[in-house]
């Protein structure tokens, strides 16, 4: 789970909207709320997340609470790679 929440978190450092302040992401921070990304920046997380972890988001997950903090995001992840190990 490490592994994961390394990448997710690197990816949202590389993409977020405020590049002149040094911003630390708790796992619980409301990435969108706290106006660090925005929709653009959804768009490319589910881009990123289906390549690197090589699964496809379904309708279903679409949920803004799936993708608003890195804790959210790798539960999502670790459930849907568990799911195709079944």
């Known amino acids: 789970m490490q592994e994961i929440e390394n990448k997710i978190r690197e990816f949202i450092q590389e993409n977020l909207l405020v590049f002149e302040v ?13 106006g660090l990304v925005n929709s653009l920046f959804a768009m490319k997380l589910l881009t990123y997340i289906e390549r690197e972890f090589c699964f496809i988001i379904d309708n ?4 803004l609470k799936n993708f608003n903090c890195i804790e959210n995001i790798c539960k999502l992840i670790k459930s ?4 195709l190990q079944l």
């Open 80 to 83: 849907r790679i568990e799911a």
């Open 60 to 63: 279903d997950d679409l949920d």
């Open 22 to 34: 040094e911003t630390e992401i708790k796992n619980t921070d409301n990435i969108f709320e706290m």
